[in-house]
């Protein structure tokens, strides 16, 4: 805890978010439990959180009227100082104090950030409905005492008796310029007392309300600062940097509802876990209801970040009642279709941003194209890929950039999957293309392969990969002199691609004369309708079971090897350069050999056949 406290020297104010953050949590809570039993607002259902600073008792008090603790409640939540969560935030930890301090809510630890301004903290509590008050107090050393007091009010009251050198956090002014910061989003107003001797008179107001108490997303957005969306963002997201950009609605007529939705600036940690947080705060009528509601938005938008405020739910709403209501499936068309002209909106105006955006959710984004069919173009062409013509590393190619540049004569849009950039730029299967100056589209994110077979076709031309079926490259430029040497060549090989089809039976379904290489002595290709290599691979590596479909070996009329092949009488020597010729076309497309030891063997025997005999 001292490690912690101690990081988060720098930005103690934070305490205040933390505390202030409960208590709204606080009045969330008690305000969607009396939906069920009214009695819980002991004819008080008048939220608020107020703060009292008292000068000679060197305390800072923050008081809620909410929910309340009992007492193996308080003992349950804050009791166990070292919780995990105080690990796992220390593991998180950046050493960016300004970071660190705006993650610690992620953490469930966020209370514990009192003691970076005190050196004992008492808790009280009543849990609404119950008539047992409970004492908690601690010098966060570990050790904490509970005991059993009287306590009228209900709700928590949380007092720090600040260190010596925190006497800045006793002063109004300060207070109250902190506590706005925080609070002006909030829906719970806050109440800042006021000491005896600032009023004038005593019929003055005890306290100020700081904020306006009214949720950030029912004020009109004119009325709005970027500071103020961001810090709201910061409380939703736990992100310590701003959002990249956000769209705030208010929608009336036959369905009236508020929606407020951000995306981030980068991924959070858990963005490719199954059981990540996603979806959005969901209100009804201003009554919180629930945390990530996922049926709110598609899984391929799990990103964003938000609030939405419904007047027309059920306050009794479910998350099961959410996966089919016609209000909800309403909100969530709207919303895809804001969060995706938010989206196009940066591509269009703001590169620089878009290109942020891509790096860290291009990848998510492209599952809308198998999981939201109805918004399929509007995605496709939010698509940004590699290309044998794009320079550096990031994807800067659109699909309208390709058809841009591509010659009248090609039907079909190229591309080719890999495991990496680097393979996939690498590959034997663009050789020709790259000769003839044919773009093709580069794919090697994981869901690349996924993705690309649910796209028949972008604006009327079919999708293509290089690595399947036949390609026709004649169909696209001319090749005066092609057929009469194509015979005379597959008459040359003729003997040489039915002795390979033999010799690999097991491996490849058949040789033949490759259209695709220049350079490369062979690769392996597939038929038109089957699986790819790649995905093969992939589903492989995911454990499934693959009805492995033999691929066809193509092989390269122009390369040395098999000059050396067609002239070879000895078997051995056959076998050796075949199998080495299959091994080859294997690696150049990232896969892994059955058996790597034989193939070093044939190869170091190809290799230095000639060479003298060993000492
Ligand atoms: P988190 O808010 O992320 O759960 P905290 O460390 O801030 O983590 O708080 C721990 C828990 O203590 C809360 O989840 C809540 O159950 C309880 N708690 C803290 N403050 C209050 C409060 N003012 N009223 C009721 N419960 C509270
Ligand atoms: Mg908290």
Not at 116 to 143: F, K, L, P, Y
Request: contains cysteine.
């Amino acid at each position: 805890l001292h490690l912690m406290i101690h990081s988060l020297y720098s930005n103690k104010e934070i305490f205040l978010r933390e505390l202030i953050s409960n208590a709204s949590d606080a009045a969330d809570k008690l305000r969607f439990d009396s939906l069920k039993d009214e009695s819980l607002l002991e004819g008080d259902g008048d939220l608020y959180v107020e703060i009292e600073a008292d000068s000679p008792a060197r305390t800072l008090t923050i008081r809620d009227n909410g929910i309340g603790m009992n007492s193996a409640e308080v003992v349950d939540n804050l009791g166990t100082i070292a919780r995990s969560g105080t690990r796992k935030f220390l593991d998180a930890m950046s050493g960016e104090q300004s970071q660190d301090a705006q993650m610690i809510g992620q953490f469930g630890v966020g209370f514990y950030s009192s003691f970076i301004v005190a050196d004992r903290v008492t808790v009280r509590s009543r849990r609404a409905g119950e008539t047992q008050g409970v004492q908690w107090e601690s010098t966060g050393e570990g050790e904490y005492t509970v005991s059993a007091i009287d306590k009228p009010g209900r709700g928590t009251e949380v007092v720090l008796h600040l260190r010596d050198d925190e006497s800045e956090f006793l002063d109004r002014t300060r207070l109250h310029h902190i506590i706005q910061k925080y609070s002006e989003h909030m829906s719970l107003p806050v109440r800042l007392y006021k000491a005896p001797a600032e009023r004038a008179k005593d019929d003055e107001p005890a306290f100020d309300v700081v904020n306006r108490g009214t949720a950030l997303w029912l004020r009109s957005k004119s009325d709005i600062t970027d500071e103020e969306y961001h810090e709201l963002y910061r409380q939703l997201a736990y992100d310590p940097e701003p959002p990249l950009a956000w769209v705030h609605n208010r929608v009336e007529g036959s369905q009236e509802y508020a929606s407020l939705l951000y995306v981030p600036a980068k991924p959070p940690f858990d963005l490719w876990d199954r059981d990540s947080r996603r979806g959005l705060k969901l209100y009804v009528r201003r009554v919180f209801i629930m945390d990530d509601a996922d049926k709110l938005l598609p899984t391929y938008l799990r990103f964003v970040r938000g609030v939405i405020d419904s007047n027309d739910l059920p306050l009794n709403v479910s998350r099961e009642l959410l996966q089919s209501n016609r209000v909800i499936d309403k909100i969530r068309g709207a919303s895809v279709k804001r969060v995706l002209g938010l989206i196009a909106g940066l591509a269009e105006k703001e590169p620089e941003k878009y290109a942020q955006f891509y790096a860290a959710f291009g990848p998510v984004l492209k599952e809308g194209v198998v999981e939201d069919p109805d918004n399929r173009d509007a995605i496709l062409k939010l698509l940004r890929f590699h290309s044998t013509q794009s320079a550096g590393d990031a994807p800067t190619e659109s699909l309208a950039d390709y058809l841009g540049r591509m010659p009248e004569s090609q039907e079909e849009i190229y591309y080719l999957t890999a495991e990496n950039l680097g393979t996939a730029k690498a590959s034997p299967h663009l050789e020709a293309f790259r000769g003839r100056g044919i773009e093709v589209l580069l794919l090697a994110d994981r869901v690349d392969e996924w993705m690309i077979n649910a796209i028949p076709e972008f604006e009327g031309k079919p999708l293509k990969s290089v690595a399947r079926g036949d390609v026709e490259l004649k169909d696209v430029i001319e090749d005066p002199q092609a057929e009469g040497e194509k015979a005379r060549v597959a008459a040359l090989y003729q003997d040489v691609i039915e002795r390979l089809g033999e010799l690999l039976k097991t491996h490849v379904s058949a040789a033949r004369l490759s259209q695709r290489l220049t350079e490369s002595p062979a690769c392996l290709v597939v038929p038109e309708n089957a699986m790819s290599r790649h995905l093969e691979r992939l589903l492989r590596q995911a454990g499934e079971q693959v009805p492995g479909s033999k691929p066809i070996l193509e092989i390269n009329p122009n390369h040395p090897m098999l000059a050396r092949l067609r002239e070879t009488t000895d078997e051995t020597d056959f076998a050796d350069m075949g199998h080495l010729l299959y091994e080859q076309s294997v690696l150049a497309e990232g896969g892994q050999l059955d058996d790597p030891a034989s193939f070093v063997k044939r190869l170091n025997r190809l290799v230095f056949r000639d060479s003298p005999a060993a000492a």
